[in-house]
């Protein structure tokens, strides 16, 4: 960590974390893409698309509802709890995500732009315009709205726009930020992996955290390449925040 970073966490009054799969790989959810990822040996096409749903919701579906049994067995890691405590004392920090799993949230993050949607929401494939909480067990599926139509998971699927209120809000925090911390992504997935160029056209100094490279490492200000895990409560420490890890 340099001193110029150093000096950027302790005085930047908006600093703009966004985050992708790495920064729950530690809390033991698969990232998507490499080795063990969850695209490995699964096509995504059959799974994460509108047309997969349209022609087999059931296993879409099931795919869904293993996904959030593995989000609902992992806990928050120090990552997350770092992000949250860095948010709940510096008033100017945004957090924007690409991850759908509820762990921001569950760490205590106040606020967290999810560009992707979430696991635990559900919106109906018909007009009637239902869009909720998960609150329950959802019984067979695929799982059917009152209104008789289909319910779907309410994430964004490859194909589809990001919602709208989510996108202008991330857009707005790389617009005005001084500081971007990008953290376990890997930055091939647009709009998000856009954001950190805009906001260097905006003045910002952007950080990278990752053990491994990606397109985005060549265009940063400084490139960490330590775990999510480590990286992110050392950089809270450094901008003047306590955080306890446990
Ligand atoms: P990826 O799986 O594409 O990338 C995860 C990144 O995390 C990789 O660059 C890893 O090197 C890095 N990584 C792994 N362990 C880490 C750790 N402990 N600390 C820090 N970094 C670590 O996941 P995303 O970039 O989030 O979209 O993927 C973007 C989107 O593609 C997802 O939101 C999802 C996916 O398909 C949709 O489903 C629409």
Redesign the pocket.
Same mark, same amino acid.
């Given at each position: 960590m340099s001193g110029a970073l150093v000096e950027r966490l302790r005085a930047a009054r908006r600093i703009l974390l966004l985050t992708? =799969?790495?920064?729950s @790989?530690?809390s033991g959810l698969a990232? !998507?893409?490499?080795p063990d990822?969850m695209?490995e040996g699964r096509d995504?096409m059959s799974l @994460?698309t509108p047309e997969a749903f349209a022609e087999d919701p059931e296993t879409v579906w099931r795919f869904y509802a293993w996904r959030r049994e593995q989000a609902a067995r992992a806990e928050p890691n120090p990552a997350h709890r770092a992000i949250a405590a860095l948010q709940q004392e510096r008033s100017g920090t945004s957090l924007v995500t690409?991850?759908v799993d509820g762990l921001h949230e569950r760490a205590g993050s106040p606020e967290t732009v999810r560009l992707?949607g979430s696991l635990w929401r559900l919106r109906c494939t018909g007009g009637c315009g239902e869009d909720e909480d998960l609150r329950q067990d959802l019984g067979t599926l695929p799982a059917r709205c009152a209104c008789g139509e289909l319910l779907r998971p309410g *994430? *964004?699927? !490859?194909g589809e726009s990001l919602p709208q209120a989510a996108i202008a809000a991330a857009t707005a925090a790389a617009e005005s930020a001084e500081l971007v911390i990008v @953290?376990?992504?890997?930055?091939? *997935?647009y709009p =998000?992996a856009a954001l950190p160029e805009l906001a260097r056209r905006h003045g910002a100094y952007v950080v990278e *955290?990752?053990?491994?490279a990606?397109p985005l490492t060549g265009r940063v200000d400084e490139a960490l390449p330590n775990? @999510?895990?480590t990286a992110l409560p050392a950089l809270v420490r450094a901008a003047g925040v306590r955080f306890e890890e446990s």
């Open positions: 992708g =799969a790495g920064v @790989a530690e990232t !998507f893409r490499g990822g695209w995504p @994460a690409q991850n992707h *994430v *964004v699927w !490859f @953290a376990g992504t890997s930055s091939v *997935v =998000a *955290v990752n053990p491994e990606t775990p @999510a895990g």
